[in-house]
């Protein structure tokens, strides 16, 4: 297994066996400023999620100004959007009383956590271990594959490559844009990545047709 990019993490193998115990002292919810990603998916979930608790903005766009910051990932534009913190210590927003409030709906990298997924190149996965926060390392013992089965969904690992195997020609092409039509580029990123989604629609099918129309109008701007 090769060694991730990510910091403060550690190969594991499907079969490791993990002690973990959640006291829930909140600490991995603190200090988690432009490091918690809400992903195309979790932004689709989370807005479906909140329209039924009947807290839902106009649209996804003002969910996301609600409760989400976009964060550069290149210089050629490609962003992406993490949770907004609050106060000193950077607390997620959503966060309180050290119980998080949208725990059905609560971003993939807080669900898997302390196991995070990252695509192996193929159509499969390496598994690693977050160590950053080491007090739950205590207690009983869980598998990591019974871990991922329970909270690393299908449709996650569907997203996933997808979203993988998507993102490098779109970065290339947003490279080529000039830069009289970079905003119209951006925009049009925007939607069709994070918000131009129906809530009563599946999201996959949604997902690959928004790359499809992103990749053919990047191509139609560059010329
Ligand atoms: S840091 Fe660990 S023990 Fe504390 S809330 Fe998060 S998962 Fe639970
Ligand atoms: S979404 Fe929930 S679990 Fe994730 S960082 Fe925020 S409060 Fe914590």
Redesign the pocket.
């Known amino acids: 297994m090769k060694e991730s990019l990510m910091k403060n993490v550690i190969p594991i193998a499907w079969n490791e066996r993990i002690p973990f115990?959640?006291?829930?002292?909140?600490?991995?919810?603190r200090h988690v400023k432009d490091s918690v990603p809400l992903e195309s998916l979790d932004i689709y979930r989370l807005a479906k999620y909140l329209k039924n608790r009947g807290e839902y903005s106009a649209s996804i766009s003002d969910m996301l100004s609600q409760y989400a910051q976009p964060v550069l990932l290149h210089e050629c534009g490609y962003f992406i959007y993490t949770l907004k913190t609050v106060g000193d210590d950077d607390t997620c927003i959503f966060l309180k009383n050290?119980l998080c409030t949208i725990q059905p709906a609560k971003p993939r990298a807080c669900r898997t956590?302390?196991l995070v997924a990252e695509p192996d190149g193929t159509s499969s996965f390496n598994y690693y271990l977050s160590i950053e926060?080491p007090?739950?390392f205590t207690g009983e013992k869980f598998k990591a594959r019974n871990w991922m089965r329970q909270y690393f969904t299908q449709e996650d690992r569907e997203f996933i490559q997808m979203d993988f195997s998507s993102a490098l020609p779109i970065a290339q092409l947003l490279k080529k844009i000039p830069a009289i039509r970079k905003t119209e580029a951006l925009l049009d990123f925007m939607a069709c990545k994070y918000t131009d989604f129906h809530l009563e629609q599946p999201f996959l099918e949604q997902y690959e047709q928004n790359n499809k129309r992103l990749t053919a109008s990047l191509k139609a701007l560059i010329h």
């Open positions: 115990e959640c006291c829930r002292c909140g600490a991995c919810c050290n956590y302390p926060k007090r739950h």
